[in-house]
């Protein structure tokens, strides 16, 4: 019972101090991306805190962090910039338009958890999810290079001389404390992110450094600062987005394209959370919250958002396992918002920069270039592909083209395998054993096994070792029996799993008087139930 409490205890402890440092994490986070889709820095703030929360409390998987996001924020930007096009500049209807998309999307994500679609996130190839996870570390770096860039005249220039060496100094001392303090006996349960934010924040401002903080970065961006009220409901939503079929019809497509986008990243988060941790999260679960959170973003003022892939491995590097690390960098952003905007901004994005520098290192699958001359050439090109789409367009776009490629390849392999084996009984008919899966993508080969024409008056096929799978695979066998038919010839089907008959039976009535039902091979039996096989074997 003692040490039953005493984890408890830790892991609170653990889940409070990883909650602080992700908090801190997601401030320029938000605001970034609220500045990449054209709206003001609390429309991203308040995401960031109602999706967390809500999906910390109710989603699939502790220990997972959610808030506004990059890949959500750019298809986010032609959404506002066209929903302001169909108003007057001061009416602002981009925004509304906005928060009506988001409420749209999270009904289309509550639709996929309850036609329970997370559980096809299982289908996702290891390389695919390799490449994902390296072009995710490459896409958070390069967006950290953007930090190095200081705003004059409304341009944005590089980082100089001494700033430039101040900047890189501050990060590379982040990402020193950061390494160093697991690597001292005494200090190794000691939320080495955490200190390391506040040692580069107190030095820099005790030591009066010239750095950019949070509070620099908001304002170059044109924001007015990180103080704000808490979420109020937006009803004018519903007043200045008529509810017609041409406001459907723009909004719809965006919704649907958010709703695939904030799925498929948080499912793939959850996915390398579960394997980071060895636990198994709930897709189904993590749609639901996912959903029902971005309904009341959209109606309380918010930019919707998904898991952020960056700030859930802080999180868990950080020790955070629970569902408290999750809301208390929720509550500690509004509380940030509310009461300590003037002491937040005072955090240079440096110490922050180096803490997402070391996500980076952490994120990156260095294993996979120990891998590649010794996988498939396939799995190594569909790992780079993913890698690349992930960096070049969006992470959608890359898994979804890695799936496809590799389902491809699944499809080509095994239509190769397909494989006939032929023999005479002694009655004069021939045998065909047919050996490997019959599906669309062998059929051409499974035809091309037989000789209608020189073949004796009798012939039977063996599905011993093969399984028909699909429509074309009995639109195959049926077309063949009817060529068989045609030239005079008797042809029987033998062998086929029970499911496999129904299949057939379904199809034509004509299969009723091809098929052997009369089975006495011991082997099929096995084959056809595999169910009563394993009982009985198993059975006291």
């Known amino acids: 019972m003692t040490e039953f409490i005493r984890k408890r205890v830790s892991n609170v402890r653990d889940d409070v101090f990883s909650g602080i440092t992700v908090a801190l994490a997601l401030v320029p986070e938000a605001v970034a991306f609220a500045f990449v889709a054209g709206v003001d820095p609390l429309v991203g703030l308040y995401a960031a805190f109602m999706v967390g929360l809500i999906t910390s409390i109710f989603g699939g998987r502790p220990g997972m962090i959610s808030g506004a996001t990059g890949a959500l924020a750019v298809v986010m930007v032609s959404l506002v910039s066209e929903g302001n096009a169909m108003g007057a500049p001061e009416e602002n209807l981009g925004l509304y338009y906005l928060f009506a998309t988001v409420i749209l999307m999270g009904i289309f994500q509550m ?91 107190l030095m820099a401002i005790f030591m009066n450094f010239d750095v950019a903080t949070v509070g620099s970065f908001i304002r170059d961006g044109g924001g007015e600062g990180l103080k704000g009220g808490l979420p109020k409901l937006t009803l004018e939503t519903f007043a200045k987005v008529p509810m017609t079929w041409e406001s459907i019809k723009f909004i719809l497509p965006y919704s649907l394209i958010l709703a695939a986008i904030g799925l498929i990243e948080s499912l793939m988060t959850l996915n390398l959370i579960d394997d980071l941790t060895e636990t198994r999260g709930n897709g189904n679960r993590e749609c639901m919250a996912q959903g029902g959170a971005n309904i009341i973003t959209g109606l309380f003022g918010g930019m919707g958002g998904c898991a952020m892939i960056g700030q859930s491995i802080i999180n868990i590097k950080g020790g955070g396992r629970g569902r408290l690390s999750g809301v208390v960098a929720a509550v500690l952003l509004l ?5 300590g905007a003037e002491y937040i901004e005072q955090v240079p994005i440096a110490a922050l920069v180096g803490v997402m520098f070391m996500v980076v290192i952490g994120t990156f699958a260095w294993s996979s270039f120990r891998i590649l001359n010794k996988i498939p050439k396939a799995d190594l090109f569909v790992l780079i592909l993913v890698s690349a789409l992930t960096v070049i367009f969006d992470l959608a776009i890359a898994v979804i083209a890695g799936v496809i490629f590799s389902a491809l390849v699944f499809s080509w392999e095994n239509a190769r395998r397909i494989r006939a084996r032929k023999r005479m009984r002694d009655d004069g008919t021939k045998i065909y054993e047919i050996w490997g899966p019959l599906f669309f993508g062998s059929i051409t080969a499974f035809l091309d096994k037989f000789d209608v024409k020189d073949d004796p008056e009798s012939v039977e096929i063996d599905f011993v070792e093969s399984r028909v799978s699909d429509h074309s695979a009995v639109e195959a066998i049926f077309n063949l029996v009817e060529k068989y038919e045609t030239a005079g010839k008797k042809i029987h089907l033998k062998h086929l799993s029970e499911e496999c008959k129904m299949l057939l039976y379904k199809s034509s009535p004509k299969f009723s008087e091809v098929i052997i039902e009369d089975i006495d091979d011991p082997r099929y039996h096995l084959a056809a139930n595999p169910e009563k096989f394993t009982k009985g074997l198993f059975e006291d």
Do not use: C, D
């Open 335 to 339: 509380i940030f918002i509310l009461f």
């Open 111 to 201: 639709l996929a958890g309850i036609l329970k679609l997370g559980k096809f996130v299982r289908l996702i190839p290891h390389p695919v999810m390799m490449g994902f996870v390296n072009g995710l570390a490459i896409v958070i770096f390069l967006s950290q290079l953007g930090m190095f860039k200081k705003s004059v005249n409304g341009e944005k220039s590089w980082l100089q001389g001494e700033q430039l060496y101040l900047m890189i100094g501050l990060v590379a001392l982040t990402m020193l404390i950061m390494w160093g303090l697991p690597q001292i006996k005494q200090a190794k349960k000691l939320p080495e992110a955490l200190i390391a934010i506040l040692v580069v924040s």
